[in-house]
């Protein structure tokens, strides 16, 4: 599932309120305020990609997300990966570590998360 920058913000503010009214997603947003026409569409539109559904409370809608942010994000990530390392994970640990300038704090922070992982993975 692909979303819009728009319609992530909204994914965004779902995860944090887990439930909102629309007047709760427009209230969350930064000045200026979108109007609630360009907010409706977004969710209608993420409704298509089922990444929200709603409940009906009398005359109104209350949406809450149909993906977790961890599973969008992972979903997100392994499409990069397959879109610009090929597939490879190794590829892109090789980008990331190099071409994101990361301290050697960063590093060793990083090696003792592959060491705990590596750990889980033995028989």
Do not use: C
């Amino acid at each position: 599932m692909q979303l819009s920058k728009g319609e992530e913000q909204i994914m965004e503010y779902l995860w944090q309120l887990e439930q909102a009214y629309m007047k709760d997603i427009i209230e969350a947003f930064p000045d200026p305020k979108p109007k609630a026409t360009t907010v409706a569409t977004l969710l209608m539109r993420m409704q298509k990609k089922k990444a929200v559904a709603y409940h009906t409370h009398g005359n109104s809608r209350a949406y809450y997300p149909l993906v977790s942010k961890n599973d969008y994000f992972s979903q997100q990530v392994k499409g990069m990966i397959n879109n610009f390392f090929g597939g490879s994970t190794t590829q892109f640990a090789s980008f990331f570590t190099s071409a994101t300038e990361m301290s050697k704090e960063e590093l060793e922070d990083l090696r003792r998360m592959v060491d705990q992982e590596i750990k889980k993975k033995k028989p």
